[in-house]
């Protein structure tokens, strides 16, 4: 009986041992699994960061273009608040929802101009006939000085006649 007492105290012995083991290896997962954990929330907390970050440059992109279609537009910068966020952030959107509500807040579509017509164009060139040889009023008042200072009626005269042959 006595070597079966030494057999079940190695039986026992073994037993302890291998739970020293599982307590080592337990340990030793906790802790890897502590790291895991810390890992993963450090992550998380940079991936908000980073949302964060974006999200702010996204409403820094949008008020950005919004004021200057706006200004460019000479529109009050105070519309920019009832541009819905669903809107496209380029120019050609903005300036397309502006054109298409801008009546709702004072703001009128630039009118084109008005064709001009063949007769006008004929107006025109008849105007331009008559007062192409018209004298500028620079040189009336030049004219006008050398007359004054005229010493001679024969300097007057000459002034005249060069006048009428240009």
């Known amino acids: 009986m006595v070597a079966m007492s030494n057999n079940n105290q190695d039986w026992l012995d073994d037993d302890e041992f291998d739970l020293e083991e599982e307590e080592t290896q337990s340990r030793s997962s906790d802790d890897v699994l502590k790291k ?7 992550k998380d907390k940079q991936l908000k960061e980073l949302q964060a ?48 509500n801008g009546e709702l807040f004072g703001v009128t579509a630039p009118t084109q ?28 008042n030049d004219a006008f000085n050398i007359m004054n200072n005229a010493g001679s009626a024969e300097e007057l005269l000459n002034f005249l006649y060069s006048q009428g042959a240009e």
């Open 36 to 42: 895991v954990r810390r890992a993963e929330r450090s």
């Open 53 to 100: 970050e974006l999200e702010a440059l996204r409403k820094f992109q949008r008020e950005t273009t919004i004021s200057q279609v706006l200004s460019e537009k000479g529109v009050n910068p105070k519309v920019a608040k009832f541009i819905p966020a669903d809107i496209e952030m380029s120019s050609d959107s903005i300036s397309n929802w502006l054109t298409d």
């Open 113 to 140: 101009q008005p064709a001009v017509n063949s007769e006008d164009y004929a107006a025109l060139r008849q105007i331009d006939a008559v007062t192409s040889g018209a004298i500028s009023p620079d040189d009336v």
